[in-house]
């Protein structure tokens, strides 16, 4: 089984897959697809909590004067054990700004894919659809 036919098949009457169920499922599971992709050494799983709520409040706390995010932080930066940069440092380096417009776009095809059968979102997504990148000769795809 893969770990989608786990998950699936931990569907509810209502066709919902409840995540507290389904690590519990993994806890009695130790063998399965599932429970091999979390990470149940609790010291570790406590560290990365910690660090997902620092994150977060980096996100929240950290802003701009006139009250927007102050932060972003880049895939290349993540790479190499993270961290958040000012968005005005990003935005006024063309290389950096180029990278930031990359990971937008990539996550906004990420969003693309998740809701495409909304119809009322599909301005949205031609308009994404048109953005060239820097450098690039032909609108994004």
């Not at 930066?77 to 990539?106: C, F, K, P, Q």
């Amino acid at each position: 089984m893969t770990v989608e036919d786990e998950l699936v098949a931990l569907r509810n009457e209502d066709g919902m897959i409840n995540p507290r169920t389904a690590l519990q499922w993994a806890r009695d599971n130790r063998e399965s697809q599932l429970a091999g992709r979390i990470e149940w050494d609790d010291t570790k799983a406590a560290e990365e909590y910690r660090l997902g709520q620092v994150r977060r409040l980096i996100a929240v706390h950290v802003r701009t004067e006139d009250g927007n995010r102050g932060t972003i932080s880049l895939l290349s930066d993540r790479r190499r054990d993270g961290g958040y940069r000012e968005v005005e440092t990003v935005l006024s380096n063309s290389e950096m700004r180029a990278i930031a417009l990359r990971e937008a776009l990539r996550e906004l095809r990420r969003f693309e894919q998740r809701y495409r059968h909304l119809q009322e979102l599909s301005s949205i997504f031609s308009a994404a659809a048109a953005v060239i990148l820097p450098g690039d000769t032909a609108a994004a795809a």
